[in-house]
């Protein structure tokens, strides 16, 4: 079942992105900081939405949405963000239940011209999932300053 994070999903979508971080980037995310982090996007979803799946009543997966609007389309580009399954529940079509549900609101909200992500360089496994969803890989590169 793929449903809407609330509150109490909280410390399994810190749990969760902190395991992100780590397979996919080797980094080590501070506790605290990505809780916070994860409160405050379930408490204000005009910055974005967490989805999470579930099955028997344990969240097994999750991806998060924010917005992105363009001038250009004059309309919403909803950037899919913070991707984890659980490794148990890998490969069972989780990811692509989340993926579809993001797809449909896609689809049915006039507002909405697209949906972008991102996806590290090397990870082959992820770039080839999303494109056996119908993404295609865009010709733009990121960049971005982090303040320190």
């Known amino acids: 079942m793929i449903r809407q994070a609330n509150l109490t999903d909280l410390e399994t979508i810190a749990k969760f992105n902190i395991q992100l971080a780590q397979e996919t980037e080797d980094k080590v995310l501070d506790k605290q900081t990505i809780t916070n982090g994860v409160k405050y996007l379930l408490e204000n ?32 580009f909803l950037w899919i963000q913070s991707v984890y399954v659980d490794k148990e529940y890998r490969n069972k079509g989780v990811f692509k239940s989340l993926y579809n549900t993001i797809k449909n609101i896609c689809d049915t909200d006039d507002n909405i011209v697209g949906i972008r992500l991102y996806a590290e360089q090397e990870n082959d496994v992820a770039q080839q999932a999303y494109k056996n969803l119908g993404m295609n890989k865009c010709h733009y590169d990121m960049f971005e300053y982090e303040k320190k």
């Open 45 to 76: 979803p005009q910055y974005g939405v967490y989805y999470v799946a579930v099955e028997n009543e344990q969240v097994v997966g999750q991806v998060m949405y924010t917005f992105e609007w363009s001038d250009w389309r004059n309309g919403l």
